[in-house]
C-alpha cells in the first residue's frame, strides 16, 4: 500500500456540490477512496482515527444529499471530521492536520464555511443544531444562508445531560431539526450506563448482518409517504425491540436503527427526510468505529488516537523515551496506594485510559468508577463519595473539568469536602490546540475558599503529590501535571506527604529570584545556565502550592532581591496573581521589588508542538533569560541595556 492511495473518484471531488452529479453506486465508491485517504493522512500526522472511518459512508451521504454549506452539518466534538475536511475543499491540506500552521483536528469556524460551528468537546451539537433551526426561523442572516441544522451525535456524547436538555427543548419547539445517532458502541472507552443498555435493547441481541436485513426493510418503506413509512417502519422494530420511546417522548419522531456503512439504506433515508421532515427527527445509525483498517478494528480503543502509524500494519511510531508520562505516574502511585487503604476510590469521566486509571479499574474493579460524559454528575458523585467516609480521587482533564466547575464550587467547596482533584493535561497539551488547553485551572481552583492547589515541577513531585492528596482530610484538594513525559528522574520509593502550603528552594543566587509554579521548572534552570555565562544566577524556587502560598518563603525571596519572576503554565488570575496580592497586602511593594509574572498569554494558542507553543507564550528558556535580562536593566553583569 502506498502513501497516496489510488483515488480516481475522489480526485474530482474539490467540493460537496461536485457529489450531486454522481450515481449511488459512485458515491459508494468516493466513500471507499475517502477511507483510504483518511487512513494514509492520519498515517503521516497522527491523529483521531476510528471516529473519522467509523462515519466516511454518512459523511458521503451526507454531503450529496444536503446543500452544504447552506444546510449546516454540526459535527458533536468533531474528532470524527477528517472525512468531513477532505470532501469540503481542504483536501490539499489535511496531511497538515493538527500542525502548527496547519489545519485543525476539530470543525472550526474560522477555517471553513463548512464548519459552522466549532467543537472539541461533546455534547453540543444538539443545542448549536437547534440555535440555528431557530435562526433561520427568526430570518437570521449568514452569507452561505441558513437551510437545515443536522447534529452528528455519537452515543457516547448521548450520555452527558446537555444533549438531552437541548432535545428536550428542541422537541417543545417543534422546529424541523434532524439529529443523527451515530451509534458504535463505543465512544472513548466503552460506554456505561443506563442509556447505553436502551440502544443494546434495540437491537434486541440479534447480530448485525441479521439487523441489517431488518433496517433495510425499513428503509424501503421511507420513499412513501413519509409519515407512513415512518410509522411502518417504528412498527417493525417494535416487534424486536422497544424501538424509539424514549427519544419520541422528548418530541422527535424516530427512524431506525439503519446500517451506516451501506449507501442503498444511508442515500434514500436522508433523501426522504430532506423532502418530509416537519418537525424534530431522530435517526439512529448503526456503525463501526475503524471500519475498514483492520489495526483499528483489533485495537482496544478502535484506533481513537493514534501516532504516526506505518499503514500496512499499523504500528504506531512513537520515540523511544526513558521517562514514564506523567500519567502513568498518577496511575501507578493511585493503585500503590490503594492497596495500602480500602477507602481510597477514583471516579474519571469516559477517560479511563487517558486520565491513567485503567490500572486502577484492573485491579480494584468495585472502586474505580466511569461514569461516562458527565462532569458534573461525575464531580457530585465524588463528592457524596467523600461524605461517605470513602476518599475519592476525581481524576479530569483540565478542560474537561471546567464542565463541572459549578458542582466543585457548590458540591465540594462550599461544603469542605475532600475531594482529591487530579487535573491532567494541564497547561499547553500540543496537537489538540485551544480547545484542549488546560488553560484555567489555576485561576478557576486557586479561588475557591478551602481549596488546595498543587502542581508538579517533575514526575517525583507528582508521586509526593498524589501521597499528599491521599492524606488530606481537611476539605478538597487539587493537583495538576502535565501531558506527556516526565524529566527521566529516579522515583521515589515511598513518596512523602508534603507539608501544605510550604515550596522548596532549588538553587540560591542573587539579585532576581523565580519561582516556578509546575513544570516550567526545567525551561528555568535551563535559562539559569544561560544566565550564568552572563554572570547573573538568579535564586530558583518551586512553589509547589498556588494555595495556601508559601507566606514565608515568597516574603523571604521578596526581602532579598530586587526582583521577583513567578512563572507558571496557566492564564492571568491564578498563581502569579494570588503571590501579587499578597505581596501588595504585605506592602512589599512599596520597598521597591521589581515583580513580574510569566502566564499564559491573553488568547487561545492554536495547535503546535508544546515546545512551539510555549515559544508562542514567551515562556521557554530564552523568554524566561530575557526576563530576567529586562527586569534587572542589564545585557550582562555590570553593563546596562541600551
Known sequence: MSDRPQTPLLDQITRPADLKSLSDAQLAQVAQELRQETISAVSV????LGAGLGVVELTTALHAVFD????????DVSHQCYPHKILTGRRDRIRTLRMKDGLSGFTKR??????????AHSSTSISAALGFAVARDLGGVVPEGLGDAIAVIGDGSMSAGMAFEAMNNAGHLGKRLIVILNDNEMSIAPPVGALSSYLSRLYAEEPFQEL?????????LLPEPFREGAKRA????KGMAVGGTLFESLGFSYLGPIDGHDMDQLLPVLRTVKARASGPILIHVLTKKGKGYAPAEAARDKGHATAKFDMVTGEQKKAPSNAPSYTSVFGKELVRLAAEDDKICAVTAAMPDGTGLSLMAERYPSRCFDVGIAEQHGVTFAA???AGGMKPFCAMYSTFLQRGYDQVVHDVAIQRLPVRFAIDRAGLVGADGATHAGSFDIAYMANLPGMVVMAAAD??????????AAAHDDGPIAFRYPRGEGEGLDMPETPEVLKIGKGRMIQEGKRVAILSFGTRLGEVRKAAEALAAKGITPTIADARFAKPLDRDMILKLAADHEALITIEEGAVGGFGSHVAQMLAEEGVFDSGLKYRSMVLPDTFIDQASPADMYNVAAMNAPQIEAKVLEVLGVASIGEKRA
Open 45 to 48: 500526522t497522527g491523529g483521531h
Open 68 to 75: 452544504t454549506p447552506r444546510d449546516k452539518i454540526i459535527w
Open 110 to 119: 474560522s477555517e471553513s464555511p463548512f464548519d459552522p460551528f466549532g467543537a
Open 212 to 220: 441489517k436485513a431488518v433496517a433495510k426493510g425499513a428503509a424501503s
Open 234 to 237: 417504528k412498527d417493525m422494530l
Open 384 to 386: 457524596a463519595l467523600a
Open 459 to 468: 514526575e517525583a513531585e507528582l508521586a509526593h503529590m498524589v501521597a499528599t
